[in-house]
């Protein structure tokens, strides 16, 4: 059946607007403000409107929603962000949601009618452990721009940047097999998330490839379990190495092995995610799994304000990921 042809009175009829307000908001008539004018372009391209439309200029401010700034990681991806925005002459604001939904959702409802160009997510652990993204979900209704990296959400259709966390899971159980490890330990603070998921599997795949190897899992979130934990496998298990998916689990297994007495990287070798400050003058130096995170904060932004720029009709959902690399220290053996 065809459709009937969208016109300037169904678009008032739908808004509850006048029609002189749809054409002068199509118009981009300083007449109207940003906030209607926003709200009109967005609906009128939903409807498939085929009439002209001057769009609202850009304020060229974008958020940045984030878990926090005291994990390396995020700091280092906003330090990234924060380059090419200077360059680009936008304007940064930061959100720190502390993995709360809560927050995070609050964050998004306030923004969602302020001058916002688009919005940069790496999504709160709640929201992820909850599958609860309904507050991320009006961002794309509204047809706001918006790019997630690192914990991203599958089911929903926006751009995303990722690290191959799968493929670097398996990469570093192969590094220690062929360092001759046979009795590997895997721990983690981060096994709700995504990309702690993801690099698990791609530890299992790898360890599942070798007979003689076996793997320990210690996936306490308790700092103090998991350091309980990591005392026990360290004295009772025979472990030949460790593969610490998240900073805090890396240096707790450091500071561990180290008040033990055993010998790293003779007796123990540990990697660690990521190359962070604290991995590069910890003792001895952490041989990590580099996301190279500030250049995922430069393509993040990059993807973001092509997005703003883009005005087509049809726009195609991107992923793209970042291959991760062994950045070898003190902790693992030449």
Known sequence: MKKNKVTLSILAEKLGLSISTISKSLKNSNEISEE??????NTARKMGYKGTVEHPKAHKIIAVVIPDVVNGFFAQVLTGIEQMAAENDYKILTCL????????????????NNTIDGFIVAVAEESQVASNYSHFQKVLDRKIPMVMFDRV??????DK?????????IRAVQFLVEKRDKQLCMISTISQLSVGKLREEGIRRQV???EDVLLNVITNVDEKQLDARIEDALKYDGIDAIIALDQMAGIIALNKAKEL????PNDLQIICYSNVVTSEYSFPKMTVVDQHAVEMGNKTFTRLRNLINNLEDIKV???????TSLLERGTTRK
């Open 36 to 41: 209607t004018k926003q709200l009109v372009v």
């Open 97 to 112: 949601t502390g993995d709360s939904t809560e927050k995070e959702a609050s964050f998004i409802e306030s923004l969602l």
């Open 153 to 158: 959400v599958d089911e929903l259709e926006c």
């Open 161 to 169: 940047i990722t690290n191959d966390d799968l493929l670097s899971g």
């Open 208 to 210: 599942a490839q070798h």
């Open 261 to 264: 007495g055993v010998n790293i």
């Open 317 to 323: 959902t991107r992923v793209h990921t970042l291959k």
